[in-house]
């Protein structure tokens, strides 16, 4: 499956302290990007993988008011990395719904590479240094599959939540489907991925970091 997440990014370093990045940001600011996921299937059980990469690098410059001109360029590189890996087992197939019992693994990787350029009557310095948003590893697990409405349109869904780095991680997805052909699903779903890295903020300075928003996709099966 190949597909476009429209997603908001938002969270919290603290009390009083969240941050929200909306989807055009991101857009605007997109060096890179992949979404996608496989998924393979013997009898009843299945393994499938999901991951979403996105490099997004910014420049903000500020001239300040005072006496002697100060001028601040910011340069912001974030690259970040959430993947899920995990096995499934089949609970229930009938006249095209299907339920399975998943559990596996989720890692999210975020990090920024920040370059700071100060220019004080006309002398400057530059400094570069990396600040670990947050990084965790969870074991998860939920359940997945597909509601059939008619010969070709239904209603997938997923569910899972999870702990381990974090102190609770949860995620959900559902929307509709539609058998364009046999080989191919056209699918819009809306999709909300959340962890909550409690007060030591995991292996990085975010409490709370969440992904969440309308997905389009298409799914080929061989």
């Known amino acids: 499956m ?117 220019e004080v009557l006309d002398n400057n310095g530059t400094s570069t240094f990396v600040i670990p948003l947050s990084t965790a590893l969870d074991a998860i697990v939920g359940v997945k599959g597909q509601l059939a409405l008619s010969k070709r349109w239904s209603l997938p869904y997923y569910l899972d939540i999870g702990t381990g780095d974090s102190d609770f991680t949860w995620q959900a997805m559902t929307g509709i489907s539609f058998e364009a052909a046999n080989w191919v699903d056209l699918s819009l779903v809306y999709r909300h991925l959340e962890w909550d890295l409690g007060d030591d903020g995991s292996d990085g300075f975010i409490k709370n970091v969440n992904f969440s928003g309308p997905a389009f996709g298409a799914v080929f099966h061989f």
Request: net charge negative.
């Open 2 to 118: 190949l597909y476009l997440w429209g997603v908001n990014f938002s969270g919290d370093f603290g009390p009083n302290a969240d941050f929200e990045v909306p989807f055009s940001d991101l857009v605007d600011n997109l060096q890179m990007g992949f979404m996608g996921s496989f998924q393979a299937r013997k009898g009843k059980w299945s393994l499938f993988t999901d991951a979403l990469y996105l490099d997004v690098a910014s420049d903000k410059t500020h001239v300040s008011d005072g006496i002697i001109p100060v001028t601040t360029t910011t340069s912001l590189d974030m690259s970040g990395w959430v993947i899920h890996l995990a096995g499934g087992y089949n609970l229930l197939i009938k006249e095209g719904s299907r339920l399975d019992l998943i559990a596996g693994a989720r890692y999210m990787d975020l990090g920024s590479d920040i370059a700071l350029n100060i």
